[in-house]
């Protein structure tokens, strides 16, 4: 199992952006899909994005494509997220996950790995 350590998450103005990083370790971060979710508060997990084992699959969860970017640098285990024209909306905690699945990753279901969470709040 991977270990995930989150970090970048923090207070933003609306229009603002923030890159998000989760390092990997106690694993083969190669043989991994990674992604990202965010949590408000009362509200379900929700799926971000997905990335897949060398980077060249991606996915997105509702409408945030085009704000949202993943990527992923294998050679430090590192995986990221940068997030751009920021509203209250995006207000959440950011969680990253790992699964050799893709689609589990974009399921939802029967994640390996789970980071501790990293706050972002979008200020108005």
């Known amino acids: 199992q991977v270990q995930l350590v989150e970090s970048g998450g923090g207070l933003v103005q609306t229009g603002g952006s923030l890159r998000l990083s989760c390092v990997a370790s106690?694993?083969?971060?190669?043989?991994?899909?990674m992604a990202w979710f965010r949590q408000a508060p009362g509200k379900d997990r929700e799926f971000v994005a997905s990335?897949?084992?060398?980077?060249?699959?991606?996915y997105y969860g509702g409408d945030l494509k085009g704000r949202f970017g993943i990527s992923r640098d294998n050679a430090e285990n590192t995986v990221y997220l940068h997030m751009n024209s920021l509203t209250p909306e995006d207000t959440a905690v950011y969680y990253c996950?790992?699964?050799?699945?893709?689609?589990?990753?974009?399921?939802?279901?029967?994640?390996?790995?789970w980071g501790q969470g990293t706050q972002v709040t979008v200020s108005s």
């Open positions: 996950a790992a699964d050799p699945y893709l689609e589990r990753l974009r399921e939802n279901r029967g994640i390996e790995s």
């Open positions: 990335i897949s084992w060398m980077g060249g699959t991606s």
């Open positions: 106690g694993g083969s971060f190669s043989s991994y899909a």
